[in-house]
């Protein structure tokens, strides 16, 4: 099972972010844990300026925006 | 070119709306047609050019740029790409931690920080389309000497030793690799028009309602506070009515779209452009729901301490634009 982050301090995009992973993966029928950590801690730990960003299995794999809905399949593959 | 506003206003309040051109209410709705057409065109127009060019500038390329500065250009620097980058506030914690775990001082963040929400693209495009390029010109310079200043000041009482603690620690040990992020990638025409038309888009979202909110105000500024009001009880520039409009300000929160036209109707009014600035000046520069975003990474004793600072300079720049306006505009 995937374990994703998303990284933002509670803004409507990270919001977004967070619901349209669960909801590819829902239909991609793919098992994922999909948390919001909205703590300032952990942009200093993934060295992260820009936010909604996005960590799946402890790496960062995108920054400053919504992802598209191609990038989270290609992340959820 | 921009007379074409006024006309298209006259065209529909007064002759396609039958109001009257001497009533309140035919002042101020023909201010706010004219106001916001001409804003929203503007805007239109110049977000899409300016992104265009900005495209390939992000937070990472500014942090890469800014470490390891000399501290002094530093402040200058940190002004400008406040002043060239577009910001939204609720991205001012995760820039201030990614800035400051790249060891980046405190002052030279700040100075980011203060100038960023004052002076961009949008600001100086309607400044300079309602009031004029005088005003555009000293509203940049006090911004640029407000986060300038500001920031040489937090430095000098080692405002470092009041951030969160967390943070303290990652500034200490300088964690972030500065140089991450940082490659400047050519991008094609296409890829700078697909990034204009978003920004464009996500930036008239934003901005829309502000405008609404602030050419609404200022109409009604214009059209029914009586004639000469402001000017015979403000318009004196008595020493207290600076540090007060700014008190009142820095807590409220506007965005600069929805300040400009208050500035245009309050300076119009003959309320001193001291007094008009630093009023407007604060509500964009600093706001309660920033200070309750920003105490995530400052303990309460630097928030105090900046809010100290920006009611000082903003007061200070007041003071002295008052003192100078009889020489910048003589009377005609």
Redesign the interface.
Known sequence: MKDIKVL??G?AKCNNTADLIAETAGELGVEVQVHKET???A??HY?????PAVVVDDQVVHT?SVPDREQIEEWLQ | MLEVFAYLATLVVYDALGLAPDTPLGEAAHFFVESTAKIFALLLVLIYVIALARASLNVERVRAFLAGRNRIFGYFLGSTFGAVTPFCSCSSVPVFIGFTSARIPVGVTTAFLITSPMINEVAVVLLWGLLGWELTLIYIAVGFVVGMAGGAFLDAIRAERYLQPFLAKAYAQGSAAAAGGAEARRLSLRERHTFAAQEVQEIFRRVWKWVLIGVGLGAALYGFVPEGWIEQNLGDGAWWQVPAAVVVAIPLYTNITGVVPVMESLILQGLPIGTTLAFCMSTVAASFPEFVLLKQVMQWRLLAILFGVLLVAFTLAGWILNAVEPLLFAPS
């Open positions: 933002g301090s803004c703590g300032p801690e942009l200093v060295s992260v300026m820009s936010t400053g």
